[in-house]
């Protein structure tokens, strides 16, 4: 949560002539976490991607991945020579 907040709030901006206001800066990070807070009674969503195969686990599709997996480590130069 530190990188989080830190990215979001630049403790920097509470310095003034010197001294930090920790009063400020405890304010401005407690009203960011609100904001993360789901309101009570709303539903939670989760944004992102998947991987949706088309295969079911089978054979072919692993060996499908496994061939993608060495094409983009070969990419960027770890890959084995075996395709």
């Given amino acids: ?17 010197g001294q930090f206001d920790s009063e400020t800066f405890r304010v401005t990070v407690d009203t960011e976490l609100k904001d993360w807070e789901p309101e009570e009674g709303s539903e939670t969503q989760i944004y992102g991607f998947g991987n949706v195969s088309k295969g079911n686990g089978d054979e072919d599709s692993s060996k499908q991945e496994d061939v993608i997996v060495n094409r983009l480590l070969r990419h960027i130069g770890q890959g084995t020579d075996k395709a």
Avoid at 7 to 15: D, S, T
């Fill in 1 to 17: 949560m530190f990188a989080k907040i830190r990215r979001l709030v630049n403790h920097n901006e509470f310095v003034k002539d």
